[in-house]
């Protein structure tokens, strides 16, 4: 692997401390108490300068994905709301957001409403909670089994446990013949690029709210039990995206056994 594709998270990084420090800075001069959550507030300013720009790269293969979406969505780790763009809304009857960090709600809120989904009518709802709260997540819902699409975008990096995380979700709260839905970074295929993101994970992930570069999100997913013939794996990654980036990206759909 070159030296430059295994340093280049340093650029990012670099990036985000212009973007993030003083407002982070900032923000726990007026709330001492946010020093407490410094990497959720850092990543909620990084977030803002460059979610738009994230969400760009990976147009094409979220625009053939995604208007897959049907029924009662649940999107993890929603945060502003980019999604939204990309699911065919005449197919979706609710959607629910999960986004623990509460600064990006407002923003959030006015996508979704933007897009005809309103708190007031019950077609949105938004939970502070992660994906790992399932039980706070099944009292929104009202019960077990009500969801027909999980979604996840760039996500599931940043939740503890995912593999038993993903697996429980799919256990309790997605319907039968439900689908998953996911686009994220995950655990490279080739060693040289793996070892490089398990050596970085541990600082990056102070910086990203607790990001991993070597989550193997797409391997968690494909051991899932409750997937039937149905569940194939579409595969994709960024237009141009070389196979040294440190940022190795998946694309995948899975239907839950009916």
Request: net charge negative; charged share 20%; aromatic share 10%.
């Amino acid at each position: 692997m070159k030296v430059s594709a295994a340093f280049a998270l340093f650029s990012d990084l670099s990036v985000s401390v212009r973007v993030a420090f003083f407002p982070t800075l900032i923000d726990i001069y007026r709330n001492p108490s946010l020093i407490l959550h410094v990497s959720r507030t850092f990543m909620s300013h990084v977030w803002a300068a460059f979610a738009s720009p994230t969400d760009e790269s990976g147009r094409p293969v979220k625009q053939a994905l995604f208007p897959h979406a049907t029924g009662t969505v649940l999107d993890l780790g929603a945060g502003f709301g980019h999604l939204i763009q990309y699911l065919d809304c005449s197919k979706v009857t609710k959607y629910v957001a999960l986004e623990p960090n509460t600064r990006m709600h407002s923003v959030l809120r006015q996508t979704a409403e933007s897009a005809g989904f309103c708190e007031s009518d019950g077609t949105l709802i938004i939970l502070s909670c992660g994906a790992e709260d399932v039980t706070q997540i099944l009292e929104a819902l009202g019960g077990l089994h009500l969801v027909d699409t999980i979604t996840s975008v760039l996500a599931l990096c940043s939740i503890p446990s995912p593999n038993r995380v993903i697996t429980t979700l799919v256990r309790d709260i997605l319907k039968p013949g439900g689908q998953v839905l996911f686009y994220e970074h995950v655990l490279s295929p080739r060693a040289d690029v793996a070892w490089w993101q398990r050596f970085w994970t541990p600082l990056w992930g102070v910086f990203s709210d607790g990001c991993r570069l070597d989550c193997p999100t797409h391997l968690h997913i494909s051991e899932m039990k409750y997937v039937d013939a149905d569940g194939t794996l579409v595969e994709g990654k960024e237009p141009g995206e070389e196979e040294e980036n440190l940022w190795w990206h998946q694309a995948g759909r899975f239907v839950k056994h009916i």
